[in-house]
């Protein structure tokens, strides 16, 4: 073949087009003049081997298509770099968001450290004079350090049920009792098929029974057969609740480091109190305490925390004191969020459907567990009032969405939150700006209930 027809031959992996001429034999001229200057120097020589980036780039054919037209690759080149723009902001978005949470830590890091030499020589040594100072509410804002928030916690809640180690001791004996009456006649195996669920089923009913049956009495008041029964049910809901607490950490789960301590510390207390038994919602009380303590300060901050008036109410199902808390709840929501309390009764939510798990769990359950944290420091320094400043801004938070939900979402939003990005930062200022007076929250207990 000759030279001249060889140079009219085309390759599919031509890196050069006729820039010229369009298909109809038109200049391209005018065209031309409407492209950037790099783009302009690429169609004057004809070369567009920069515009191919690689063998998947979006310039690419397949061999057994037509090669695209120039303005189709030109196209295509201004797509992806588009693209490229978008993806590095992004990155850089990402970075500077990065960057500026890093900085948050260091710099609340710094202030626990500072903080923690002040509650060492100054606070705790002198916890009477000093816990209800404003400088002290002031310095646990920050949040409390790890190295004291245990001791921190159990100077709070106090022992003013006088529990001893030796008492522990006791209580630990018969709940390793129970344990062996429950596996006697129960494998204890996570809930995996519809015969495990119906089996805890059958054991939250028998437990509810026994309560149901024995009413709200004291613990000398039950006799040998019922303290058996309630513990040995109850045995087997600590053992099949615990898979739930806290999956993430992988510490409470069977062969994780706490499983058999937070199994001790229930399984002391529903022999302790058994006129309470088993309550959902333990487990992550519990976990919570063991996270900061040993299993014996453990089970005495369980102990106490749960004897107090509010918390009592709940764990002992006293259908007299519980309506009293939620109604005041729905009273505040009325009073400082009317539009989310006006559309809450128009879709049938009320406290009910999310301050009781609140409650119970002392928001473990419900957020992040490095704010659930902070939350925990500030109840027990502030009192039960952080419990509802903190209820409040939860639904501050989430108004956005809880306003434009239905009754099923709403109950989606409160059972998901753990699944959803909070900010700490956020949040604990939504909490700042919510002031509630212990007083006249006290009248609204004091109030019959709606």
Known sequence: MSSD????????????????????????????????????????TGKVENLILNPSSLLDRPKTLPPKTQDEILKHQKEYEE??????????????????????RKEKEKSLIEARKIWEDEIIPNWEKKK????TKEIAWRGLHPAIRGKVWRLCVGNDLRITEELFNIFLGHANNAKLAYNKTNKHSPISS??????????????????ATNGLKDSAEFDSDDVLALETTSMG???????????????????????????????????????????????????????????????????????????????????????????????TVEALVPPLYKHFQEIGISAKNYLVDWITTLFSKALPLDIATRVWDLVFIEGEIFIYRTALSILSYFM???????????????????????????????????????????????????
């Open 5 to 44: 027809s060889n140079s009219t031959t085309t390759s599919p992996t031509a890196t050069t087009i006729n820039t010229n001429t369009n298909t109809s034999g038109t200049s391209n001229t005018a065209n031309e003049e409407n492209l950037p200057t790099v783009y302009k120097e690429l169609v004057q």
């Open 83 to 104: 693209i490229q723009k978008k993806a590095k902001k992004t990155l850089e978005r990402e970075a500077k968001e990065k960057e500026k949470l890093d900085l948050i």
């Open 132 to 135: 209800e100072l404003k400088r």
């Open 194 to 211: 519809p015969q495990d669920y119906q089996q805890r089923v059958d054991i939250r009913q028998a437990n509810n029974g026994i309560k």
């Open 237 to 331: 809901l600590i053992l099949q609740d615990i898979q739930d607490t806290f999956p993430s950490l992988l510490i409470f789960q069977r062969e994780g480091p706490l499983h058999t301590d937070l199994i001790d510390v229930l399984g002391a207390y529903i022999c302790y109190r058994p006129d309470i038994g088993y309550v959902p919602g333990m487990t992550f009380l519990a976990a919570m305490f063991l996270l900061n303590m040993d299993k014996f300060q453990a089970f005495q901050c369980l102990s106490n925390h749960i004897n107090s008036v509010c918390y009592l109410s709940f764990f002992r199902q006293d259908l007299s004191g519980i309506p009293k808390y939620l109604s005041a709840m729905d009273a």
């Open 400 to 450: 956005p969405d809880l306003m434009s939900a239905t009754y099923d979402e709403c109950i989606t939003i409160f059972t998901m939150l753990p699944q959803r990005k909070i900010s700490e930062e956020r949040l604990f200022e939504e909490i700042s700006t919510i002031i509630l007076d212990q007083k006249k929250f006290d009248k609204l207990l004091n109030q019959k209930p709606k």
